[in-house]
């Protein structure tokens, strides 16, 4: 008889095309991957990946299941969601996605105070730039940046948050350098975002090449080690000391910040709670998200 683990487990593989990735994604050792697909192949008599030097490649007998396999998995989260929006206790755990610098530069103090509140409330913090699927449960509650109402999905609850806006930043002491003679600093930018038209169209007349990181938290601490100018979000820019807004430029509107949770577990006790805690807080933080140096 098969188990839905050992389906959980083939699916993940299935999904993310390796066994690292699947148990990175489940939260298990390497091992365990392998043996939970081992015993899925062995109920069904049949050998469902090929292992190649690329990756995991799902046999046909693999590809057949696939779909069934996936039906199941909708049905187990159906369940599980609905079992827990009857869930009316204070007690337990809650999952809340959001970007990383919402959470270290912003509402980490929130947070800790709804947690000393809670404290039989569990929370697990996932700030990551990877959107955590609501409706499979990855998460109950979802802070995210929006730009166009109508991406959001339909089967989603949403509570608009304040407006985000972006300026351009650069360290007090380049900015001094550059003011007594200094050449232009060069662009900062995180790895798969674009550079300004501006700065391409100033190259040529003196804006050095650009250096390019992989993440929001090195481009901070290049930032404020004055390796060049960029544009980060108003709320770590203005509350850092060591940075300073770059004359003659404007801040930029990034989106409108959203909560959202799945239809069902909207209706869980502690998730409203803590719905109704961050959006009283974020409605608190309305001028420092928008960059407003009133």
Not at 31 to 58: C, D, H
Not at 67 to 78: R, T
Not at 148 to 176: C, F, M, Q
Not at 276 to 289: G, S, V
């Amino acid at each position: 008889m098969m188990e839905w683990d050992d389906i959980r487990h083939f699916l993940a593989v299935a999904r993310h095309g390796s066994v690292r990735a699947a148990a990175e994604r489940l939260g298990v050792n390497h091992a365990t991957v392998l043996r939970r697909i081992a015993q899925l192949e062995s109920t069904l008599g049949a050998q469902l990946f090929e292992k190649l030097p690329s990756g995991y490649r799902m046999t046909a007998a693999g590809e057949e299941i696939l779909e069934f396999a996936g039906q199941m998995q909708d049905a187990s989260h159906q369940l599980e969601t609905r079992v827990f929006g009857r869930d009316q206790g204070l007690r337990g755990l809650l999952r809340v996605t959001l970007p990383p610098p919402l959470a270290a530069h912003l509402l980490m103090p929130d947070f800790a105070e709804f947690a000393r509140l809670h404290p039989e409330i569990e929370l697990e913090l996932l700030s990551s730039g990877e959107l955590a699927n609501l409706t499979n449960r990855d998460a109950d509650l979802a802070i995210r940046v929006v730009y166009d109402r109508k991406t959001l999905p339909l089967n989603l609850h949403g509570l608009k948050g304040p407006e985000l806006s972006g300026a351009t930043y650069v360290s007090r002491d380049l900015l001094a350098a550059w003011r007594a003679g200094a050449p232009e600093p060069r662009w900062l930018t995180v790895s798969g975002n674009t550079v300004p038209d501006w700065v391409r169209a100033a190259e040529g007349g003196g804006l050095r090449a650009p250096f390019w990181v992989s993440d929001f938290d090195a481009q901070l601490a290049a930032l404020r080690q004055g390796v060049g100018m960029t544009v980060i979000p108003c709320f770590v820019g203005d509350g850092d000391p060591v940075l300073a807004r770059v004359p003659g430029t404007e801040s930029h509107p990034y989106g409108t910040l959203w909560l959202l949770t799945q239809g069902e577990t909207r209706k869980t006790r502690r998730v409203r709670l803590l719905s109704e805690f961050i959006a009283a807080r974020l409605a608190a933080h309305t001028k420092r998200l928008a960059g407003s140096l009133d």
